[in-house]
Nanobody, 124 residues
Framework: QVQLVESGGGLVQAGDSLRLSCAAS????????MAWFRQAPGNKREFVAT????????YYADSVKGRFTISKDNAKNTMYLQMNSLKPEDTAVYYC?????????????????WGQGTQVTVSS
């Protein structure tokens, strides 16, 4: 079991950057594939990026490819999402998720553990 807490969200202008963090407690993150999802008001949760247990493999949604970078530091039990060139359409609550004994996944229902989310707002 693992508990996840997101941080780093905020209000920024289009073109700016933010780095989100997901701090984990409980089992080491080396046991988990992890991902970032996001959800705008009235919309379903959508996939953003995922990283394998080792941190060696990643996959991104087309909408963020080339702008966002997902990474994890297993020694620090922390996952990150570096967001560059932010756009207004990136505005959402961003959620950290973990799947035990799995590698990269892109479907929200496959993740067992979720944080409470951190708000990212990008103004135009």
């Amino acid at each position: 079991q693992v508990q996840l807490v997101e941080s780093g969200g905020g209000l920024v202008q289009a073109g700016d950057s933010l780095r989100l963090s997901c701090a984990a407690s409980g089992r080491a993150l080396s046991y988990y594939a992890m991902a970032w999802f996001r959800q705008a008001p009235g919309n379903k949760r959508e996939f953003v990026a995922t990283v394998s247990r080792s941190g060696g493999s990643t996959y991104y949604a087309d909408s963020v490819k080339g702008r966002f970078t997902i990474s994890k530091d297993n020694a620090k039990n922390t996952m990150y999402l570096q967001m560059n060139s932010l756009k207004p359409e990136d505005t959402a609550v961003y959620y950290c998720a973990a799947a035990f004994n799995s590698d990269i996944k892109m479907v929200a229902n496959l993740y067992e553990y979720w944080g409470q989310g951190t708000q990212v707002t990008v103004s135009s």
